[in-house]
């Protein structure tokens, strides 16, 4: 009987060991169930904690550290490691006195930053390219790239460049900057949090009122339906067209880059939706990432309403140094040309992202340099339609570059919606794929609500008695358990 007892223990104990360690082929994500259980835990122990800043801190910094190992391994103590030296050189800028000195202790932060980037995420795209160019026998160096590098890898240069320019202090401790630098949230996906906006929150220490930990709630669970129910059923059509587009009509080729259109906003403004929802619980602001962008009439317009963290980072740390608007109408398009392409770089390593990027920037090119005629046509319901509907299409068109495998599957699935389309075939389509089509017309209409329309049901939620929003929630669990795929799929973003 005893020994009985001792092998189930063991046996549980080795299970819930191994749910602990990492597994490569099982990161943590926002949407798995063993999140959820540990955010359930975490959160009672932050609240008491919340009374001393120095363990709160400290028990948020190891809970992060633990998130990230789960998610990339031991890469954890690579972030460790960043956040040391950049703590350690914006603390030598602050103090040195000569600029020139100051200047030279930013760029060799900045390059270090770059440089760890650079060998995780380009090398082997270099040693490519190289290898075509010389005709070699490229062998492929055995990389595994860290989840999430290049946000947090990004938020850093941001911290050390605004020290240079005198816009922030340096964080008084290095625990502090850490907390910063690994804020679970928005650690693996974004979105890219600023320092003079994050840091100033730490200070304070502000518990979360009722009515943020109600509206996180909701945003978390928004989240987790664009992500977990909508993003990951209709991925399940869309990666059949992309994976094999040969053998797909234009009809059903038109409805894999509609849907991919859809899939890449609802999973990434999902993951955002939930890092926002779980800081707001915790009592930090993270800022709006995403702005109904497909409501653009125009790419400048997309681009204040996509990914808008990344976005302003790029117009701040980018362009505006490359001399922005300041130095003549070709010096301004060659600055946003080469922002996107910079843009473009960072999203992968490949050089279908370069021309996503590159496409983007002739696109902003085009648009900036037509302002003047376009300032001449009337602004009535009609023309904003043409606007917009070519701003959209031609945002598709580019996602195709960014999903396809290549840029000739890119130019088969193209060339099959224009050549190869029969408006017969749609019917057929919507009566194969109902679940699919109706969710699809769920998703666009959704995005066309007015934003205080979607403010006020949070509104709505946020004043709720408690039983309601239990039934809110039920009910999206059961939905998402209802359309789930058979894996919990990675967010598309972890792969930068």
């Not at 930990?213 to 977990?228: E, S, T």
């Not at 699935?413 to 679940?435: E, S, T």
């Amino acid at each position: 009987m005893l020994l009985s007892i001792l092998d189930t223990l063991t046996t549980a104990f080795n299970s819930i060991w191994g749910m602990m360690k990492y597994d490569p082929k099982a990161p943590m994500l926002f949407s798995s169930g063993l999140f959820w259980i540990l955010f359930i835990l975490f959160l009672p122990v932050y609240a008491l904690l919340k009374r001393s800043r120095w363990k709160m801190v400290l028990f948020v910094v190891c809970f992060s550290l633990y998130f990230y190992y789960k998610s990339s391994g031991l890469f954890f103590l690579m972030l460790i490691g960043t956040s040391l030296i950049d703590w350690s050189l914006s603390h030598l800028i602050y103090k040195l006195k000569y600029n020139s000195a100051r200047l030279c202790v930013m760029w060799l932060s900045i390059l270090i930053s770059l440089s760890i980037l650079g060998y995780f995420k380009y090398a082997n795209f270099f040693l490519w390219n190289w290898n075509q160019m010389v005709e070699g026998n490229f062998q492929p160096l055995d990389v595994i790239l860290p989840v999430g590098i290049s946000f947090y890898t990004f938020q850093s240069i941001s911290y050390v460049v605004d020290v240079y320019k005198k816009r922030i202090s340096p964080s008084r401790n290095w625990l502090d900057y850490l907390f910063f630098l690994s804020f679970f949230p928005a650690l693996v996906a974004g979105p890219i949090v600023r320092a003079d906006y994050f840091l100033p929150q730490l200070e304070k220490n502000r518990r979360a009122s009722t009515e943020e930990i109600w509206g996180g709630l909701w945003l978390i669970i928004v989240g987790v339906i664009k992500k977990a129910l909508i993003a990951d059923y209709i991925s399940q059509y869309n990666d059949l067209i992309f994976d094999e587009p040969t053998i797909y009509t234009g009809v059903q080729a038109l409805m894999g880059v509609l849907g991919y259109t859809m899939q890449i906003y609802c999973d990434f403004s999902g993951y955002s939706d939930m890092a926002i929802g779980l800081a707001l619980m915790m009592g930090f602001k993270l800022g709006i990432n995403f702005d109904s962008p497909y409501q653009s009439c125009n790419l400048t317009e997309f681009w204040r309403r996509w990914h808008i963290s990344l976005s302003s980072w790029l117009r701040d740390y980018v362009y505006i140094p490359l001399g922005g608007n300041r130095k003549g109408v070709v010096r301004t398009y060659l600055n946003n040309f080469l922002t996107m392409l910079i843009g473009g770089l960072w999203h992968g390593a490949a050089w279908k992202f370069v021309f996503w990027g590159a496409m983007h920037g002739v696109g902003l090119i085009i648009h900036k340099a037509s302002k003047p005629w376009l300032s001449r046509i009337p602004d009535n319901f009609l023309t904003k339609f043409i606007f917009w509907a070519i701003t959209f299409i031609y945002v598709s068109l580019l996602w195709v570059f960014f999903r396809a495998a290549s840029f000739s599957d890119s130019l088969l699935i193209i060339k099959n919606i224009f050549i190869d389309f029969n408006w017969n075939q749609l019917p057929q389509f919507c009566m194969a794929r109902p679940a699919w089509c109706i969710m699809m017309a769920a998703l666009i209409i959704f995005h066309f609500v007015p934003q205080k329309w979607a403010d006020g049901v949070q509104v709505l939620f946020v004043k709720m008695n408690w039983g309601l929003k239990l039934i809110v929630f039920l009910i999206s669990v059961q939905l998402v358990i209802e359309f789930m795929s058979e894996e919990v799929a990675p967010f598309i973003y972890f792969q930068f």
